[in-house]
């Protein structure tokens, strides 16, 4: 299941108090063990752009191969989501590309 932060939902006096909290700790209590520190290969593959936050969408109209749309709707769990399935396979098919012809390029 994918989490999403809603921005227009407001925080909780008990989260905000929670996030005043932290915010008042010292960085060297924050445990980093389980986190691998970042090297420069991590930002030779790192893509420009793209973050964790809702992206804004714009509504379309596209014609599809109808086997095409049927593989997505079928493999979308309980049928729902194969839009945004179908989505990410095209942004998974671009940055491919970019990658591609960042390699040419340099």
Partial sequence: MELEWDERKPLT?????????????????IDLSDIPELTDAFFENAVQGLSYRRMHKQQTTLRLDMDILDWFKRHAKDGKGYQTDINKALRAYVLAQEKKAAKKAG
């Fill in 13 to 29: 006096a008990e989260q905000i108090a929670e996030l005043e909290a932290l915010s008042k700790r010292p960085d060297s209590e």
